[in-house]
C-alpha cells in the first residue's frame, strides 16, 4: 500500500525483468475496483498487454490457470482474472519480494526512511526496566 516502496519493488523487478508482474497485479486490481462501465475495456486491455501470444509484457502463467482464464474473458466480469492474478502474487511472494527485501535498493530504502517518534519506543512496554528497584519482601 506504500507508494514509494511499490515504485522501489518496481524498479528492482525491472532489473530482474519481471516488472510486468507488478503491473499485471496492478492491472487486475483496477479491474476488480474499477468502474462497472469500464470492466469489458480493462479485461481487454490486460489481455493484449500481459496474456495473448506475442504480447509486449507477457506473464508466465501455468496452463490451467491461462485455460480458465481466456475461459472466463469470454464474458468478462469483476473477478475474471482472479486466478491469474493471484499465480503471478504467489509468484512474487515466494520468489522476487523475498529477493527485493535483500536488495541493496531496500537496505537504502529503510535507511532513509523517516520514522516517527512514537514507533521509536520499546515495541513491548512491559519489558522495560523498572526505574526504581524495590527491594524484596
Request: charge should be positive.
Amino acid at each position: 500500500t506504500d507508494p514509494l516502496g511499490r515504485a522501489q519493488l518496481l524498479e528492482f523487478l525491472k532489473k530482474e525483468f519481471s516488472a510486468e508482474n507488478l503491473s499485471f497485479w496492478e492491472a487486475c486490481e483496477e479491474l476488480r475496483y474499477g468502474e462497472q462501465s469500464r470492466i469489458a475495456e480493462i479485461v481487454d486491455s490486460i489481455y493484449q498487454q500481459f496474456l495473448a501470444p506475442g504480447a509486449t509484457r507477457w506473464v508466465n502463467i501455468d496452463s490451467k490457470t491461462m485455460e480458465r482464464t481466456l475461459e472466463g474473458i469470454k464474458t468478462p466480469h469483476r473477478y475474471v482474472m482472479d486466478d491469474a492474478q493471484m499465480h503471478i502474487y504467489m509468484l512474487m511472494k515466494k520468489d522476487s519480494y523475498p529477493r527485493f527485501l535483500k536488495s541493496e535498493l531496500y537496505r537504502n530504502l529503510l535507511a532513509e526512511a523517516v520514522i516517527p517518534p512514537e514507533t521509536k519506543k520499546r515495541v513491548f512496554p512491559f519489558m522495560r526496566k523498572q526505574r526504581h528497584s524495590s527491594p524484596s519482601p
